[in-house]
């Protein structure tokens, strides 16, 4: 779910449909892909609505349903997509790609890495993009789509990386760990859980890194790696 301005309230589902609530619960329209939405709608500053789609799709619909464009990649999209700064909305694919449009729903730039992409491209405070794919890289890109650093982890990463004001990279892999590497690509800390780490994580005001695992427990690590528990 996704909230806009005025409070008008965004959501997909398994049918392929995207939705849009006032903030009383009246559907005000909604939108149809050609399959289902996993994504989480990206909101742009002029109310433009970005979703993708399994179809491999990334769709733009005007803040009152009304269609703009639509965006075909080789694959489906299930990461959600990301707005910088000057309005860029960045995302990825299953067909291997990260993607650059325009508001326009022109390309400016692809990336190619070796697996899918489905986490949601990560923004720094210095502008780099960081993006995860499941070849098991999570990789630092500038601002016009050229790599910076990679650094491999023991396995694939489906979750979203989560930047810290450092800079920091915090994730999790399919190799039962939790990840931070530092603005420069360097490991800062790994912490081991007992099973695979698929979901995204959040940064708590105090710098805490929290994520959930497949060994059914959630994760709070201080920004230093210091586990400060699980349950």
Known sequence: ????????????????????????????WVRSSGDAIRT?????????????????KLYSVA???????????????RGSPNIVADGTIIFGSSDM???????????????KTSGAVEGAPAVAPDGRIVISSFDTYLRSLSADGEMTWQYRAGGFIRSSPAIGQDGTA?????????????????????????????????????GTFYIGSNDRKIYAISAAGTLRWSK
């Open 1 to 28: 779910v996704a909230v806009g301005r005025g409070g008008t309230i965004y959501v997909g589902g398994l049918a392929g449909v995207l939705h849009a609530f006032s903030p009383g619960g009246t559907e005000r």
């Open 40 to 56: 989480t709608p990206a909101i742009a500053t002029d109310g433009s609505v970005y979703f993708g789609s399994d179809d491999g």
């Open 63 to 77: 803040g009152d349903g009304t269609p703009l464009w639509d965006y075909p990649t080789g694959g489906q999209v």
């Open 97 to 111: 790609s990260v993607y650059a449009l325009g508001a326009d729903g022109e390309k400016k730039w692809s990336y």
């Open 170 to 206: 915090y994730f999790g892999a399919g190799d039962r760990h939790i990840y931070a590497v530092d603005k420069d690509g360097g490991l800062a800390w790994k912490v081991e859980t007992a099973g695979a780490v698929v979901g995204s994580g959040a940064i708590g005001p105090n």
